[in-house]
């Protein structure tokens, strides 16, 4: 009889075979990159797209925006149904298929680890897209080469979200939440969209970057920001505890931190958007003629 290695007994597979298939679709659209824009891109915009690699940090930046777009758009399609219609048969004790659904007070305690469901657009399991996500972060990760070209808070969101996708996968606990958190990517494409104008030669002045400037900044505060407040209070007056009871207080604790993390990176971010916003947009007034 086969036996399975430790960390494939203690993870679920469909999450491992997310995890696979993120890394290996993120190395397979940034190696596409170069091509598509030797194909599709203009001789003037494949000029300066050239001008990169002789700056890695830019080179890299650049050419992570397609696979970065392209997770994106699979991360919302994929959850969807999961954010807005629940895990059928799993978030409802009407209709929950397991004793456990049906006695539990928290949908933070229960996961879904099939690998196909029967629900969603893609009928890929949550913990598939869980996977799917810390691929995605890992490589993107390693491809920067260094802390530095990927940016210092980018490694701290990497490192933890990585971390905690992984723990809750081990765990089997808050799917809801990291669903939920999956869906946000709903406004990285906007603002890949506002990079690869910037790639081309627009500037920051131009309209067309204010308005890719602005609606970044609208989805960003939509579904980054606006829905922290209530994530943190059900976990804080719902979550906790039933968490805290299945997994015992030190990893709860150390959700709570996770969750700590995301809220100042995610607030912390925002605001520098609103500053940024605020200064563009802002009329001074003219200085007098002496």
Same mark, same amino acid.
């Given at each position: 009889?086969?036996?399975?290695?430790?960390?494939?007994?203690?993870?679920?597979?469909?999450?491992?075979?997310?995890?696979?298939?993120?890394?290996?679709?993120?190395?397979?659209?940034?190696?596409?990159?170069?091509?598509?824009?030797?194909?599709?891109?203009?001789?003037?915009?494949?000029?300066?797209?050239?001008?990169?690699?002789?700056?890695?940090?830019?080179?890299?930046?650049?050419?992570?925006?397609?696979?970065?777009?392209?997770?994106?758009?699979?991360?919302?399609?994929?959850?969807?149904?999961?954010?807005?219609?629940?895990?059928?048969?799993?978030?409802?004790?009407?209709?929950?298929?397991?004793?456990?659904?049906?006695?539990?007070?928290?949908?933070?305690?229960?996961?879904?680890?099939?690998?196909?469901?029967?629900?969603?657009?893609?009928?890929?399991?949550?913990?598939?897209?869980?996977?799917?996500?810390?691929?995605?972060?890992? +490589?993107?990760?390693?491809?920067? #080469?260094?802390? %530095? &070209?990927?940016?210092? *808070? !980018? @490694? =701290?969101?990497?490192?933890? /979200?990585?971390?905690?996708?992984?723990?809750?996968?081990?765990?089997?606990?808050?799917?809801?939440?990291?669903?939920?958190?999956?869906?946000?990517?709903?406004?990285?494409?906007?603002?890949?969209?506002?990079?690869?104008?910037?790639?081309?030669?627009?500037?920051?002045?131009?309209?067309?970057?204010?308005?890719?400037?602005? +609606?970044?900044?609208?989805?960003? #505060?939509?579904? %980054? &920001?606006?829905?922290? *407040? !209530? @994530? =943190?209070?059900?976990?804080? /007056?719902?979550?906790?505890?039933?968490?805290?009871?299945?997994?015992?207080?030190?990893?709860?604790?150390?959700?709570?931190?996770?969750?700590?993390?995301?809220?100042?990176?995610?607030?912390?971010?925002?605001?520098?958007?609103?500053?940024?916003?605020?200064?563009?947009?802002?009329?001074?007034?003219?200085?007098?003629?002496?």
């Amino acid at each position: 009889m086969a036996t399975l290695s430790p960390l494939h007994s203690l993870l679920p597979p469909s999450f491992l075979y997310g995890t696979i298939a993120g890394f290996i679709f993120f190395n397979i659209f940034y190696r596409l990159s170069p091509i598509l824009t030797s194909l599709l891109g203009t001789k003037s915009f494949q000029q300066k797209i050239a001008l990169l690699k002789h700056d890695h940090e830019k080179f890299w930046n650049y050419h992570s925006l397609l696979p970065s777009t392209i997770h994106a758009v699979a991360q919302v399609i994929g959850t969807y149904s999961m954010v807005f219609h629940g895990r059928d048969g799993y978030d409802f004790a009407s209709d929950a298929t397991t004793a456990t659904a049906a006695d539990s007070s928290s949908p933070a305690i229960i996961f879904d680890d099939r690998i196909i469901v029967p629900y969603g657009i893609t009928h890929l399991g949550p913990a598939v897209w869980m996977g799917i996500f810390v691929g995605y972060l890992i +490589a993107d990760a390693l491809s920067s #080469g260094s802390f %530095r &070209v990927l940016g210092y *808070p !980018f @490694v =701290v969101h990497h490192f933890a /979200a990585s971390l905690c996708w992984t723990f809750s996968a081990y765990f089997r606990v808050m799917q809801p939440v990291g669903c939920l958190l999956q869906f946000n990517e709903l406004s990285t494409p906007l603002m890949n969209v506002r990079k690869y104008l910037l790639f081309a030669g627009y500037q920051t002045s131009d309209l067309e970057v204010k308005v890719c400037s602005l +609606a970044f900044f609208a989805a960003f #505060g939509l579904v %980054r &920001v606006a829905p922290l *407040p !209530f @994530v =943190v209070r059900d976990w804080i /007056a719902r979550d906790f505890g039933p968490v805290r009871n299945k997994i015992g207080t030190g990893g709860a604790v150390l959700i709570s931190a996770f969750f700590a993390v995301n809220v100042i990176l995610q607030f912390g971010w925002f605001v520098i958007m609103c500053r940024k916003l605020t200064e563009k947009f802002s009329t001074k007034p003219k200085a007098k003629a002496q």
